[in-house]
Every structure is written in C-alpha cells, then in structure tokens.
C-alpha cells in the first residue's frame, strides 16, 4: 500500500489535488470499462453478510470502507497517520536447501522426489530476498481482494504464475486437513511414518513446543541415509526430505527453524505425493501470510518468497531485476533472474511504487514461455483455493489484464467459507472447470501499446 499516497485503494480525490503526473495516470486508464452483466460465477456459499451498506472511510484509504473493511488495521493506514514500520524480516530458507543434497549414493530417493512434482523447488529457490522490496509490496496487498493495489489498479499472483516460475503441479486434489493436529497425533505420525522412537518423537515436539519439528533435526537424523540402507529407512528418508523440503519452501512459517508435522500425512503413500496441487496450496498459504504481515504490529513474512519476489521480478523487470543470460525456457522462471540485494530503502521502494504508471509493467511475461510451459486453465477459476485449514479466495476476474484482456469493474469480492466445510471446497475444486470465469465474462482481449495503455483487438 502507498503510505503517503491515496492509501492503495479507491481514494478519496477530495482530500488533496491531484498531481499532474496523477491526472495524465488517469487518462492512460482507457482499459477499465464500466461494469456490464455477465454470465455469473457460482461460488460456494460464504458467511459474510451481503448488505450494501456504506461504511465509512479511513484517512489516507477508501472513501466507503465497505470492501476493504479490515483497512483501519492495515500497515498503510498507520504510516498515513505518522506510524513506522522498519522493514520486515523475511523468513526464507534458500540456502538451507543445499544442506540436504540428494547425490548419486541417494538415487532411489531421488528418483521418488522427480514423481513427486516438487523436485523443482530444489534448484529454483532464491537464497537471497530483498527486504524492502518485499515490504513495501505487502504494504499494498489487500485481503479482502487478495490483491496488491497499485497506481492504476491491482495485480495478484495467480495459478499461472505459480506453474510457471515454480512448474509444480496446480491442479489436483485440495491439500486439505479436517482439524489441526494435537501433539500426541504429531508424535504418533513420526513413529508412524519416519520411524522415530517415541522418545525421540515426545522430545522434538516438547522442543519446538508445537507439533512441529526442525528443519536441523531432519537433516541430523535423515540424511546420512543411502541406496545401501534398509528399504524401510529409505522411506523414511524420503518422508522426511519431502518435509524438509516443503517447510523450507512451500510452506515456511515464521519459527524460521521449524516444519509442521501435518504436512507428513501427505507423504504417507509416496506414489500419490504427485496428484496433490501444490502450487494452489502454496498460493493460498502465501496469500494468508501477505494478508498477517499488513497487520502493523506484524514484523515477520513467512510462505514462500521466491514465489512472491520472482512474481515482482517478472512483472516489474525493467524496475527490480535484470536477467541471467544463461536461462532457457525449458527451466522455472524463477531462475531467470540475478539475485542480488536492491540497494534501495524501503521508503524509496514505495516512492517507485508510487510513480508506477502501466507502460512499467510487464502484463503477460510467459509468452515465450509457453512452447515449453503451456498456459494452464484452471489459472481462470474463480473460487477458494486451500491449504490444510488456511482458505483463500482467488479472484482472477480483478486482474483480467494479467491475462490480456481488458479489466472492467470487478464484482465484490467474496469471503470464503470456513475451513471446517471442507467437504464442500474439495467439491468445488474438483469441479473447477465449472467454475472458471466463461468466455463472457472475461470480455474483450488486448493488446498494449507503447504507453502502456490496452486496446481492444
């Protein structure tokens, strides 16, 4: 969010004049068409309450408060009123993924890690994130719309950017748990599925005080195992590199030191890790840890950053990156990029961002992508997507751009359901190609020019 600017949302234009360089913004906005009937997107029944009051705006935010009605708590809406944030701490793990290499004395535990679809994450990690970079993107994140509002509108991360910078699998079965696991199931899951002692298992969980273990501790008692080992300490390890490998990445939490043991029970039959969607879930435990950070008192950012930076790098190149010359497309795009620490404070990040016009923006950067990497429907449903009990909507018809059609006024975004309805949202993820938005409803295709602006083909 903008700290000293229109707040990030829908401003109110009568608190200041607006800039020349924020008049000429306007007339470059030609590509949001007013809203027309379209086919609807059925989505599974929510609890919000749908009246059409207005609530009242906040300073340095929305004018009607009744979208965005979390904003009076939001980081932007305490820097508009003199409060500091420093940058926030990023917990990223890139370069705790090279502890753990699978070399040729770990070929079977390597072959079951190629099937599971997550052997990507492996190389394509970024070891170094930038702080103010990411900060002052999630100053401008929304979670009522689980999008980031900027100059000339919002942008997200969506299922097509996760194929393509990640290439897990986003479609599949829902990762999904029925109620969060006690301490005394989690140690029965270790002895069950890594082979621990009881012991062992008690004094992990009783360490990370939660039903979690380390990182550290994985590595110490699983990766000394070899093709030489028995077939059941095989599996073992392979369990417990899955799990190191998904709490460093996927799902990082802000223990920075520490996986949750619930992820285990996905790994349980080995032959099925590769039908579950990855990369959806990854989306929504993002979403929800983007959404946490806006929260002023928050000082942590958790979930995966490679996503959320590489995402910034693709659509921003000319502002934030530059590329390696060596990549070919046959790689995630998430090793396209150069890593290196922006040297920019977190207050000139948001005066970049605050300057953003949309000839800045790189709408569609996969195109010659798409030989090697195709474009993946279900990047058009419109619902929840979920991981384990986080539940997030997904709304691709905010950012219509990003596809290479012209945005219009979107509809009210939708609060999804709670998590203890699974057995709905799994229903309605498995039925997600009755669910993406129809050719009507995403309108007319574009194509942009040199300034920026999208015209109709």
């Not at 599925?193 to 110490?220: H, I, K, N, Y």
């Not at 995402?311 to 990156?321: K, L, T």
């Not at 474009?375 to 986080?390: L, R």
Request: charge should be negative; proline fraction near 7%.
């Amino acid at each position: 969010m903008p700290p000293r600017t229109r707040g990030g949302g829908i401003s109110n234009a009568s608190r200041r004049r607006p800039t020349g360089s924020e008049r000429r913004r306007r007339v470059q906005m030609r590509d949001v068409e007013p809203a027309v009937d379209r086919d609807p997107v059925e989505h599974p029944q929510h609890d919000r309450d749908e009246t059409e009051e207005v609530v009242e705006g906040v300073p340095g935010g929305p004018i009607d408060g009744s979208i965005l009605r979390s904003f009076h708590n939001h980081i932007a809406a305490k820097i508009w009123l003199g409060e500091e944030r420093a940058p926030l701490k990023l917990v990223n793990h890139g370069a705790k993924l090279q502890l753990w290499e699978l070399d040729m004395e770990r070929s079977r535990i390597y072959e079951t890690v190629q099937r599971s679809g997550l052997a990507p994450l492996t190389s394509c990690s970024h070891r170094v994130a930038s702080r103010p970079m990411l900060s002052a993107f999630c100053e401008r994140w929304q979670p009522e719309t689980t999008t980031f509002h900027l100059p000339f509108g919002e942008m997200t991360i969506t299922l097509d950017d996760v194929a393509s910078i990640l290439h897990i699998p986003v479609t599949g079965s829902m990762i999904s748990f029925s109620q969060p696991l006690r301490v005394d199931a989690a140690n029965a899951l270790l002895v069950e599925l890594l082979g621990t002692t009881d012991v062992e298992a008690s004094r992990e969980t009783e360490q990370c005080r939660s039903p979690s273990v380390r990182l550290l501790w994985l590595r110490e008692h699983f990766s000394t195992i070899t093709d030489a080992s028995s077939d059941d300490d095989i599996e073992f390890a392979t369990r417990a590199f899955l799990l190191h490998q998904v709490g460093c990445t996927l799902f990082a939490d802000k223990s920075a030191t520490s996986v949750a043991v619930v992820y285990l029970e996905l790994f349980r039959d080995l032959s099925m890790v590769g039908s579950y969607a990855w990369g959806a879930a990854c989306l929504a435990y993002l979403y929800r840890q983007l959404t946490t950070a806006t929260r002023f008192e928050v000082r942590q950012l958790g979930g995966y950053l490679t996503l959320l930076q590489a995402w910034i790098y693709e659509h921003f190149p000319d502002m934030f990156s530059s590329p390696d010359l060596s990549y070919t497309e046959s790689r995630p795009r998430a090793l396209r990029w150069r890593l290196h620490v922006i040297p920019d404070t977190l207050q000139l990040v948001r005066e970049r961002l605050d300057r953003l016009q949309i000839s800045d923006v790189c709408w569609e950067p996969y195109i010659d992508h798409r030989a090697e990497h195709p474009f993946p429907e279900i990047a058009w449903y419109s619902g929840c997507i979920k991981c384990g009990q986080v539940v997030e909507p997904y709304h691709p018809e905010r950012v219509l751009r990003q596809f290479g059609y012209i945005q219009t006024i979107p509809p009210r975004p939708f609060t999804p359901p709670r998590p203890d309805r699974s057995i709905l949202l799994e229903q309605y993820w498995e039925r997600w190609t009755d669910h993406v938005l129809t050719d009507q409803s995403r309108g007319r295709r574009c194509q942009y020019s040199g300034s920026g602006e999208s015209v109709a083909e």
